[in-house]
């Protein structure tokens, strides 16, 4: 009994040791595991460290980039609102200035016209009384008269014709200035031109005793295209200085046709031996309102305007002018400016002619207001017209009514007139089919003007004074039209 008892309980603590030792694998099968999960998540965590740093960087580091981003963002949009508020106020700025610019172009447009406007109406109101001046002396300077009455009539033509060249430097300077010069350019003889300028200062020369050239290149043409007015009014300040400022030896003018950039230019050189220009003079010669010395104007006289004039009628022509000079020995002015031959076709017909000078009868209808100035015209288209038939209208109105009577060869016709001027007259005389030459007169001489009168359906134009030689020219060049 006492060993069944014993043998019972040594199974007992069998069971229980081997129940112990299961429970104790079980502790350590599950430290193991609890172990082994633990150096899992140790490793997984120091695989994951760098990965979350990294990742916790990347977070800070897109944080701060997108915070860089925004206030960059909002740096630039407030740069652009203020770049845009700057636009926005140079851009009125603009427009302000911009329509100041316009506002002072009309001004000055209305101060052009105003400028025109006066041009025209002093040049009419001085012109219209040397007009009859100038050409009373000269058709006095053509009848019978004793030595004294001749030297009194030759120094009123020199001194109504020095007053003349003045009042045309003044009125040319203003237009240049104004912008208002325009060229016309026509076929003409340049060889006669020129002897004709010569011819001028003829007896001025020999008074002075003073030897007067002119001298042709063996090449020169006869005829060229230009604008013969120009050249004239260009040739007659080179020459008028070159006589006025000589007292002994000469003054020669060479004239030639060369190339200049590939194109034929009139070279003209006019040569003294007169006072001559100082070096420090020199680089102001051509401006305005200067002379060749301090005293020159009490001694010789002028404007100072003659060369400035020369010389932008020059560039105006596409040419250049230079000068030479030397104190006490004479001065060389040269300029060149660019022309045209004429070929035969385009040279203009022969004037024609029933005596020397003269023209032949021709029935003429000179409309004029002024008195002085009808009797003055008369008696000049006498002196180039062999026997005319001269009738005189006072106004327009007046010119209508004998041009409806009957047709006459050539009008002469006055602009500024009381009851119907020229323009209107020219007008009514055209619209009712009157087809014969009307060439203008009048005391506004600019190009505007000769614009005007040819839109008007006048045929030339011819200012006051009255050039004796020009008007045959016209007169002849008119009627030829028509013969």
């Known amino acids: 009994m006492l060993e069944q008892k014993n043998i019972r309980i040594a199974l007992e603590l069998d069971i229980k040791k081997e129940s112990n030792l299961r429970e104790e694998q079980t502790r350590a099968a599950k430290q193991d595991r609890e172990i082994t999960l633990l150096n899992k998540e140790k490793i997984l965590e120091e695989i994951r460290a760098p990965e979350a740093a990294a990742n916790a960087l990347n977070r800070i580091a897109f944080g701060a980039v997108h915070s860089d981003l925004c206030v960059l963002s909002l740096r630039m949009n407030i740069q652009k609102t203020r770049a845009n508020t700057e636009i926005s106020k140079q851009n009125k700025e603009i427009i302000r200035q911009q329509q100041e610019i316009e506002q002072q172009n009309k001004q000055l447009e209305q101060a052009n016209r105003f400028k025109s406007q006066f041009l025209s109406n002093m040049s009419h109101e001085i012109r219209t009384p040397l007009n009859t001046i100038i050409g009373t002396t000269q058709l006095l300077g053509d009848t019978p008269l004793e030595p004294k009455q001749k030297e009194y009539t030759d120094m009123l033509r020199y001194a109504s014709e020095n007053l003349s060249a003045i009042i045309n430097d003044i009125l040319d300077f203003s237009k240049i200035e104004a912008g ?70 000469f003054v020669q003018v060479l004239a030639q046709i060369n190339q200049v950039n590939g194109q034929d230019a009139l070279q003209i050189e006019v040569k003294d031996t007169g006072i001559g220009i100082a070096d420090e003079r020199l680089p102001y010669i051509f401006e305005a309102f200067t002379q060749a010395g301090e005293n020159t104007h009490l001694n010789y006289g002028g404007t100072g305007l003659g060369l400035a004039i020369t010389k932008q009628l020059i560039e105006l022509n596409g040419g250049q002018i230079q000068v030479e000079s030397t104190l006490d020995k004479g001065s060389v002015f040269s300029f060149f400016i660019p022309v045209a031959r004429v070929q035969d076709a385009d040279i203009p017909k022969t004037v024609r002619e029933t005596q020397p000078g003269r023209l032949e009868s021709l029935d003429i209808l000179l409309v004029e207001d002024n008195k002085f100035n009808q009797l003055m015209t008369k008696d000049l288209l006498e002196k180039i017209i062999h026997k005319p038939q001269v009738t005189i209208a006072d106004n327009g109105q007046s010119a209508l009514e004998q041009a409806s009577q009957r047709t006459f060869d ?71 039209k028509n013969g």
């Open 180 to 249: 208002r010069l325009e060229l016309v350019k026509r076929p003409f003889n340049i060889r006669q031109l020129l002897q004709q300028q010569i011819g001028l200062f003829k007896i001025n020369a020999i008074q002075k005793n003073i030897q007067l050239e002119l001298n042709f290149s063996d090449d020169m043409p006869e005829w060229i295209v230009s604008d013969p007015n120009r050249l004239n009014q260009i040739l007659l300040n080179l020459l008028g200085n070159a006589l006025k400022f000589t007292e002994k030896g």
């Open 410 to 480: 050539l009008i002469l016709m006055d602009l500024k007139m009381p009851v119907l001027d020229g323009f209107s007259a020219t007008q009514k005389l055209r619209a009712s089919g009157y087809s014969h030459p009307i060439i203008a007169l009048t005391a506004n001489a600019t190009s505007e003007e000769m614009e005007k009168c040819l839109a008007h359906g006048m045929d030339d134009y011819l200012s006051k004074p009255i050039d004796l030689a020009l008007l045959r020219e016209k007169i002849a060049a008119s009627t030829n």
